[in-house]
């Protein structure tokens, strides 16, 4: 019984291998916004620019999952277009930059190594802060023929500028000699509202969402 315990204590040591890989690099991509109202608004996926800094470290690899932490500090616009059904023929969208970072635990699975491809995995929180916003709408301007009668969103500026909520992505990781390419789709869901929500305030939701797209280049640091 000890021979086999002696075998089986390496046995177990060999299923977590220590690693510490850092890698820094630029991302970009293309957000389709929406925003969750109520009372509600009717909406088309309104695309904006995201892009950034990443950085990574991989810290271990366990059986065959790598794992690791991964920030970012990116640029990003969100808000919304809306679906005028009116007959006026207005139309109007609403553009919120921020300055975001998603904090977000790294999984791999796949090449180990600096050549070839693996499938990853995104996960965390993430955390905004409104830097502008402005309203873009025709000319001519008719919203009191709106059929749901829900005007207060315009002329109406983000009573609050924190925004947070949680982020998940899947996507290709590509490591060559040059560096790793990753292309990637999230999905973030806000958990804040940027109107006050209060029973006086017009909006008792007002949460962003957006379907993300973006590559992501990163090299590898040695220290």
């Known amino acids: 019984m000890l021979g086999a315990l002696l075998v089986a204590l390496p046995a177990r040591g060999q ?3 220590s690693r510490s890989n850092w890698a820094v690099g630029v991302n970009g ?3 389709l916004n929406s925003v969750s109202f109520e009372p509600r608004i009717k909406q088309a996926s309104y695309m904006a620019p995201v892009m950034g ?3 990574r470290y991989i810290s271990e690899k366990y059986f065959k999952m790598i794992c690791g932490i991964q920030a970012e ?3 990003s616009a969100h808000g919304w277009k809306e679906k005028i059904e009116d007959g006026s023929g207005d139309t109007y969208h609403r553009q919120m930059n921020y300055v975001e970072i998603p904090l977000l635990a790294h999984l791999a699975f796949g090449k180990d190594g600096n050549r070839g491809t693996r499938f990853v995995l995104n996960l965390g929180p993430q955390i905004g802060i409104l830097l502008s916003e402005k309203e873009v709408k025709s000319d001519p301007w008719n919203p009191d023929q709106r059929a749901n009668g829900v005007v207060q969103q315009y002329g109406y500026m983000a ?3 924190f925004d947070y909520g949680i ?3 899947a996507g290709l990781e590509v490591m060559t000699g040059i ?3 990753i292309a990637e789709a999230r999905y973030y869901y806000g958990l804040s509202d940027f109107y006050n929500n209060s029973k006086k305030d017009p909006f008792s939701r007002s ?3 957006a379907v993300v797209g973006k590559v992501t280049y990163l090299f590898d640091l040695s220290f």
């Open 15 to 17: 299923l977590q291998e």
């Open 29 to 31: 991509g293309v957000n």
């Open 53 to 55: 800094f990443t950085a």
């Open 73 to 75: 500090v990116n640029y």
């Open 159 to 161: 009573d609050r500028k």
């Open 167 to 169: 982020t998940a992505g």
């Open 179 to 181: 560096g790793h390419f």
């Open 207 to 209: 949460g962003h969402s």
